[in-house]
């Protein structure tokens, strides 16, 4: 059963700058846009590169290393066959909060 | 049967009209009635006529072939008088009636003629049509006297042109200065000064009494009893909207015609436009708006469009030779208006912009009149300016090209309605695209009525050639912000835009990509001198934490070593910082200096800090390494201090952003161990001199760099190299090499705008580097110590 786990504050998280957490031995990129946060797998199934580094155009975010196009509500990637996981976010009195 | 449109009146606006008709729907069966026996002509034309500089006839719009060819049935000289709009049809002089479906009237406006004594004698008449002017020209003999009453703009293109025909010319004014409806007290003073020196006498504040002479003028009569002897009397008191047709037709009239937002008079069928009517209780006066409406109401019309009427901003200009007016919106400043006011009254120079909360509500120009066009954008754009001075042209230099900075959708030519973006297609069309003014003229009619904007049609020829070169238009900056980049940087500059996400806003999608937001980072870098907000959000990963992001996402680090040169001391502390932070490798790079490689994210800011250098930007699209040789301090064949130089010149430039990375070299003999002709900008010692090169390559292509000059000593260097590289980060396409940059442009014209160029743009040049480098700070002290969180590993818990 999927279970809630804190992540951290939400005002760490910058807006359009993404951030890794570990959860559970899980590397996971958080990224705030507008009033939403989007939480998907930390890394390209390209080659590897950290999705949080990547710049956040709209709802898609552009890996630093080869500029795949990942996007963060369906976690699919722009010409590649594998996409990335997706995680439910919820953010309550401040803090993120990922269901996993 | 084809549907029947009777229009009448052949002027300006009614030929405008049927033109755009026919271009909507050619199947209109029309029939035009104008007063003149004339086909239609250009009347703003005629002052240029009047003072000889066209002949008249030059100012036909559209010969009776144009009319025949389109199957339009043309009553010229023949007035009509009278409308029966129960029945549908209009009476002409002759008496004859002709039925319509649909009616256009555009009977213009007539002139204003005071009512004083003896404005019936022979040699008073107004200033109106192509036969009155024939008149005059025919009555003004040379040293003859001639009286204008009036000093609005008619009235002072009468004047001059008098003037020129060899008159001896006064104007009477009514008010306390000339031009009062569109000019404020000091720029009327300033320029019935200016008339004055060209040999016109102004009188003001006067009024007439009356005209005296025998059947024909032969002297005016002030109210102050004063004489002035006259052979010609003009009158140019103003125009009234020629209104006594539609008054007699028993339509709604006021001080003109009354129409609606669709130009609909109050009868059924009945339309009209241009200066007789009234809309929303104004009148109009200036040819643009009337072209505005003339192209509405032959969409109302050709396509049954319901599309509003709503009048723009338009501006006026005098059309006499060397002394430019160009005036709009308000002259004086209401209450919560403030103005920025720069007069020379020795130079004839009088610039104001009137604003309200930083929006442009009204603008004078004399004298200097360049920035015209980016005045009458923000007057009619209606956009916030910050930046109100260079908005007047102050800090421009003399030579830029205004017309090059004009958005693509800036009105050029404001009489005949062409933007800048119809021009530029018209020259910049794949086949015969037109080369001369003279071609933009008949390809786009800009330029063929007042003429004012001649000087800008010749700007935007020079600025298309001069990016020819390019075989492209003016490429646009990204999908997500479809503006070219010289309208991009206008309008940064103009609108005070300072951020990304602005940019973004008022000149694109909002969103941007992970292409063009890192460009426009660059550009407002560069064009702001560094004056900028920089959003991290819109920054590569390397821009944003300053180093340089690897496969395995760890990040290399590159200490600034200026000219290759190093120390025991900081080999030592590259020695202790690897092995603290268990760095992969320890690399020599090819701009000679050291590269730490595999360090965490987190990492950086201590390491930074136990290093104790600088960056060496290996990361970014900047200044990179200044590569050089042991030159005259070591070598045998030495015959310059090429180290010096180089260590001078990478601490001239470091920590500057460029279009993209530029690699630098400086040798110190033609051996060239430095390999300064294959760098972005090297520099090569020869006897006694220093020769620049720039434009060199050997990465993805190898190409041998152009000598850009030779001087004779270093601190001449400096200044050379300072002035080609700020050319080249304020006009560079981002992304785009100094070898590809100096071929795009040629290396001619690269040189004519940097070594070659005049004193006063060299000056711009090197202040603009000079006040860039000023903002510049070594990003692994500030950027740490500003944004820690940007190295931080994972969030606050």
């Known amino acids: ?100 | 049967m084809n549907r029947r449109l009777i229009l009448v009146g052949n002027g300006m606006g009614g030929i405008r009209f049927l033109e755009r008709l026919f271009e909507a729907d050619p199947t209109w069966a029309v029939t035009v009635f104008g007063d003149e026996p004339h086909p239609a002509y250009d009347r703003v034309a005629l002052s240029k006529v009047l003072a000889g500089s066209v002949g008249a006839e030059t100012v036909v719009i559209r010969g009776h072939d144009w009319y025949d060819e389109k199957g339009i049935r043309l009553e010229a000289g023949c007035p009509i008088v009278a409308i029966n709009t129960e029945e549908r049809w209009v009476e002409d002089a002759f008496g004859r009636q002709h039925e319509y479906d649909s009616l256009v009237l555009a009977t213009g406006s007539l002139p204003f003629m005071p009512p004083i004594p003896g404005a019936n004698l022979d040699g008073v008449l107004p200033f109106r049509t192509l036969d009155e002017v024939d008149n005059m020209i025919t009555r003004a003999e040379a040293g003859s006297k001639a009286v204008v009453i009036g000093g609005g703009l008619l009235g002072l293109e009468c004047a001059y042109g008098l003037t020129r025909r060899g008159m001896d010319v006064t104007v009477l004014h009514l008010t306390e200065h000339l031009m009062d409806r569109q000019l404020d007290l000091a720029a009327g003073t300033l320029l019935r000064d200016e008339l004055q020196r060209m040999g016109m006498r102004v009188m003001l504040p006067v009024s007439t009494k009356r005209f005296e002479g025998d059947g024909r003028v032969e002297r005016v009569v002030l109210t102050d009893g004063e004489v002035i002897p006259a052979d010609l009397v003009v009158i140019c008191a103003g125009i009234r909207p020629n209104i006594s047709l539609a008054r007699d037709a028993g339509l709604s009239v006021a001080k003109g015609i009354v129409v609606d937002d669709c130009l609909h008079t109050s009868a059924p069928h009945v339309y009209a436009l241009g200066e007789c009517i009234e809309h929303k209780g104004l009148t109009f006066g200036l040819v643009e708006p009337v072209y505005d409406q003339a192209a509405l109401l032959a969409k109302i019309i050709g396509h049954q469009e319901l599309v509003a009427y709503e009048p723009k901003f338009s501006a006026t200009t005098l059309k006499v030779a060397g002394l430019d007016v160009f005036a709009g919106g308000r002259s004086v400043p209401e209450i919560g208006d403030h103005e920025v006011v720069i007069r020379d009254d020795a130079g004839f120079i009088y610039k104001k912009l009137v604003l309200r909360n930083d929006v442009v509500v009204g603008a004078t120009l004399l004298g200097d009149v360049r920035s015209a066009p980016l005045v009458g954008a923000a007057l009619s754009g209606g956009t916030i300016v910050k930046d109100r001075l260079r908005l007047l042209g102050i800090g421009i230099a003399s030579e830029s090209n205004p017309a090059a900075e004009l958005p693509d959708l800036a009105v050029v030519c404001g009489c005949n309605g062409v933007t800048k973006a119809t021009i530029m297609e018209a020259i910049q069309r794949p086949e015969e695209g037109c080369t001369s003014r003279a071609c933009v003229a008949k390809c786009t009619r800009a330029s063929t009525s007042c003429g004012s904007c001649a000087n800008i049609v010749d700007g935007l020829l020079a600025y298309a050639g001069q990016t020819a070169s390019t075989a492209s238009p003016a490429p646009v900056v990204c999908t997500c912000v479809p503006v070219a980049r010289e309208e991009l940087r206008w309008r940064i500059l103009g609108e005070d835009i300072r951020t990304v996400s602005q940019v973004l806003k008022t000149a694109g999608d909002g969103v941007g990509c992970h292409r063009c937001r890192p460009a426009i980072n660059y550009y407002l870098d560069a064009w702001w001198c560094g004056d900028y907000q920089e959003q991290p959000a819109s920054r590569h990963v390397n821009d944003r934490v300053h180093a340089n992001v690897q496969k395995d996402g760890t990040f290399s680090v590159v200490p600034r070593m200026r000219g290759g040169i190093t120390t025991p001391d900081d080999l030592r502390r590259i020695a202790d910082v690897a092995d603290k932070y268990k760095v992969g490798m320890v690399k020599l790079t090819g701009g000679q200096r050291i590269d730490l490689l595999g360090v965490k994210k987190a990492d950086l800011p201590l390491m930074w800090a136990d290093l104790g250098m600088i960056s060496g930007h290996a990361y970014t699209k900047a200044i990179r390494t200044v590569k050089s040789c042991v030159g005259t301090e070591w070598c045998r064949f030495g015959v310059g201090d090429s180290t010096s130089l180089a260590v001078a010149m990478e601490e001239m430039l470091e920590g500057l952003y460029c279009p993209h990375k530029v690699k630098l070299g400086v040798t110190g003999c033609p051996r060239n161990c430095a390999e300064v002709t294959i760098k972005d900008l090297g520099v090569m010692a020869i006897v006694g001199a220093w020769e620049i090169y720039v434009g060199g390559a050997a990465g993805m292509s190898v190409r041998k760099a152009d000598l850009l000059c030779t001087v004779e000593t270093p601190t001449q260097v400096l200044e050379e190299v300072a002035i080609a590289i700020q050319r080249y980060r304020e006009e560079g396409i981002y992304l785009e090499r100094m070898y590809h940059y100096v071929p795009r442009v040629g290396i001619d014209a690269f040189k004519a705008s940097t070594v070659e160029a005049s004193e006063v743009v060299r000056a711009g040049l090197l202040d603009r580097f000079r006040r860039s480098k000023a903002r510049v700070s070594d990003p692994w002290q500030a950027v740490p110590a500003r944004e820690p969180w940007r190295f931080e590993p994972g969030l606050t818990a």
Request: with cysteine; glycine share 12%.
């Open chain 1, 1 to 100: 059963m999927a279970t809630l786990h804190r992540a951290g504050l939400l005002s760490s998280l910058h807006e359009g700058v993404g951030q890794v957490v570990e959860i559970d031995g899980k590397e996971i990129a958080l990224f705030r846009t507008g009033d939403r946060v989007f939480a998907i797998g930390a890394r390209c199934p390209h080659a590897g590169g950290f999705l949080a580094d990547g710049m956040v155009c709209g709802d898609v975010v552009v890996c630093p290393l080869h500029v795949r196009r990942v996007h963060l509500k369906t976690g699919e990637v722009e010409d590649w066959e594998v996409g990335v996981k997706t995680y439910s976010v919820v953010v309550r009195e401040g803090e993120i909060l990922l269901e996993l």
